[in-house]
């Protein structure tokens, strides 16, 4: 799978890429993040991707031009993508529906804005969608695009070496993850539930079913909603 990111601070993509499951899954090349600076796309001496808004106001808005020349660039050298995704607290709520969507896809490139906005006519002329990781106000599009690249990644196949813990991962199933306990059996007083100690395979596998369910009521019972409207029931 192939992404592309648009910004102004490529080190911050890099740096997130370096370590960890999706890192491995990059340098495995099983994915291939091109780091593209806006920068490099504008033409003027200072180099400057953004301008004080029309109609006056705080803050400034990043401009139209840098981010169609990078598009045009990405397209030329790296082929037209299946998607243009603009990261910003406008867009659709990005949750796991979206990362499988997104992972059925071929190549993604990810718009990071920074400052107050971006100019209306990116969403309209450059970006496919447009998705935020959440309802609250992150200072740029980079730590956005870094998550929607984690979750994507690491469901295209080989990314994480044990498919069955993806499959097992808390909303893969649309709940809550159930509680998990290692060693030492006891610790401070607090032991470790007798069943998971009983071998009792097909207890373990109903007790953690129970606790995840009953997590889920307490903490988002939108989810539980959310299957009983998918699915006609709350088990599978
Ligand atoms: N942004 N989900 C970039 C976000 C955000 C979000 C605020 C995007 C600042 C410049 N992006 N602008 N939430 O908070 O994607």
Same mark, same amino acid.
């Given at each position: 799978?192939? =992404?592309? !990111?648009?910004?102004? #601070?490529?080190?911050? %993509? ?7 499951? !999706?890192?491995? &899954?990059?340098?495995?090349? @099983? !994915?291939?993040?091109? !780091?593209?600076?806006?920068?490099? #796309? ?13 109609? &006056? *106001? ?8 840098? #981010? ?7 397209? $030329? ?8 995704? +603009? ?6 709520? =990005?949750?796991? *529906?979206?990362?499988?969507? +997104? ?10 804005? /920074?400052?107050?906005? %971006? ?7 450059? $970006? ?7 309802? #609250? ?9 870094? @998550? ?22 808390? =909303? ?12 030492? $059996?006891? =610790? ?8 998971? +100690?009983?071998?009792?395979? $097909? ?16 903490? /988002?019972?939108?989810?539980?909603? /959310? /299957? ?9």
């Amino acid at each position: 799978m192939k =992404f592309d !990111v648009v910004t102004i #601070f490529p080190r911050m %993509i890099e740096a997130g890429l370096a370590e960890g499951v !999706v890192g491995r &899954g990059v340098e495995k090349g @099983i !994915v291939d993040v091109g !780091v593209h600076d806006l920068r490099t #796309f504008t033409t003027d001496r200072h180099r400057t991707v953004d301008d004080v808004p029309y109609g &006056g *106001g705080p803050g400034m808005v990043m401009k139209v031009e840098p #981010f169609v020349r990078a598009l045009e660039t990405i397209r $030329a050298e790296r082929g037209t993508p299946d998607a243009v995704v +603009l990261l910003s607290p406008q867009g659709r709520l =990005f949750d796991q *529906g979206e990362a499988r969507r +997104l992972s059925g896809l071929g190549h993604v490139v990810l718009l990071c804005g /920074r400052y107050e906005g %971006i100019d209306e006519r990116v969403r309209d002329l450059v $970006a496919t969608e447009e998705l935020s990781i959440g309802d #609250f106000v992150v200072s740029g599009g980079e730590t956005p695009a870094l @998550i929607v690249i984690d979750a994507v990644s690491r469901l295209v196949p080989g990314v994480v070496g044990d498919q069955e813990s993806v499959e097992q991962d808390s =909303f893969s199933q649309g709940i809550l993850d159930h509680p998990h306990y290692t060693r030492p $059996a006891e =610790f401070e007083g607090r032991k470790v539930p007798d069943v998971l +100690l009983s071998g009792h395979h $097909a207890e373990v596998r109903r007790w953690r079913m129970q606790e995840a369910l009953r997590r889920t009521s307490e903490r /988002r019972p939108d989810l539980i909603e /959310r /299957r009983v409207k998918e699915t006609g029931n709350e088990r599978d």
